[in-house]
């Protein structure tokens, strides 16, 4: 004698092999490369945003790289008079810190500019940190993006491994045991 249910199933993603992604800056998206159950790879841009935020990022390295640029030229030029005998060790070793300061600030903006996945031209890219299949995607070209959204834009799942969410009636949970064989169609 063999009892069997006929349930419906829902078959999804593991939950740990899935990753939510967020904008991390605001923008307008200029771009979009992937589609809906597409396969991806970690690292590829999904889309390609426009932003006020990392122009302000741009803008803070160009910047520092101008401050660099003349502490650089500073501190040649107090070299050049503290060996002729016109200025102090004391003013070398002050423009070597400013110096010091200045490559600190170009180093700091170069890693913010990194950090938020953006480049000099006010671009931000958002990329996949893993392999998988875009499962949802929540934005296309023009749109308009924020950080403080509480939706993913995309969605992208290694399904390798799936879940079955199987809706079992109440009625029938007495005929459930640990152990059951299971054919799912």
């Known amino acids: 004698v063999k009892d069997e249910i006929l349930v419906s199933v829902k078959i999804v993603p593991d939950e740990d092999s899935q990753i939510r992604i967020y904008p991390m800056v605001s923008g307008i998206v200029r771009k979009v490369n992937v589609h809906s159950g597409l396969y991806v790879k970690a690292g590829q841009t999904l889309a390609e945003l426009v932003s006020s935020e990392m122009a302000g990022f741009s803008n803070e390295l160009a910047s520092a790289e101008a401050s660099l640029a003349n502490a650089r030229r500073d501190l040649s030029l107090k070299q050049d008079l503290f060996s002729s005998g016109l200025a102090s060790e004391k003013d070398v070793e002050?423009?070597?810190?400013?110096?010091?300061?200045?490559?600190?600030?170009?180093h700091k903006a170069e890693q913010v500019l990194q950090i938020n996945g953006g480049d000099r031209e006010a671009g931000y890219r958002i990329?996949?940190?893993?392999?998988?299949?875009?499962?949802?995607?929540?934005?296309?070209?023009?749109?308009?993006?924020?950080?403080d959204n509480s939706d993913p834009v995309f969605v992208i799942a290694d399904i390798s491994n799936v879940w079955a969410m199987v809706n079992i009636f109440e009625s029938d949970i007495s005929y459930i045991h640990q152990g059951d064989s299971v054919h799912l169609t």
């Open 94 to 106: 002050e423009a070597k810190s400013e110096y010091k300061r200045a490559s600190s600030e170009v």
């Open 127 to 147: 990329t996949t940190p893993i392999n998988g299949f875009v499962i949802e995607k929540r934005v296309t070209e023009h749109s308009h993006l924020r950080p």
